[in-house]
């Protein structure tokens, strides 16, 4: 079992930047895969990023690609995601998600991931 819990979300302009921490609870947090995934208003939940278990492998949607930055310390059991250059687009819940490490292939599917955190609003003004 692994229990998720995001922090770090708020209102920012747009060119501004917020990090996004999400600290897990459970002793197998090493050997999953961890994933940021957002849910705009009237819209449906999308992939953001993930990075495999070990650290070693990272993957990001196009939309962020450059500008967000996926990290993990398994030594706090917490994944970030560093996010530079907000777009008004970006607005959304973010939330954080775990998954088995034999999911990496279907990284970006909302159905690689067993357990998700609550939740973060984070909203760029324009």
């Known amino acids: 079992q692994v229990q998720l819990v995001e922090s770090g979300g708020g209102l920012v302009q747009a060119g501004g930047s917020l990090r996004l921490s999400c600290a897990a609870s459970?002793?197998?947090?090493?050997?999953?895969?961890m994933g940021w995934f957002r849910q705009a208003p009237g819209k449906e939940r999308e992939f953001v990023a993930a990075i495999n278990w070990s650290g070693s492998s990272t993957y990001y949607a196009d939309s962020v690609k450059g500008r967000f930055t996926i990290s993990r310390d398994n030594a706090k059991n917490t994944v970030y995601l560093q996010m530079n250059s907000l777009k008004p687009e970006d607005t959304a819940v973010y939330y954080c998600a775990a998954g088995k490490g034999s999911s990496w292939y279907v990284r970006t599917r909302l159905y690689a991931y067993d357990y998700w955190g609550q939740g973060t609003q984070v909203t760029v003004s324009s």
């Open positions: 459970g002793r197998t947090f090493t050997t999953h895969n």
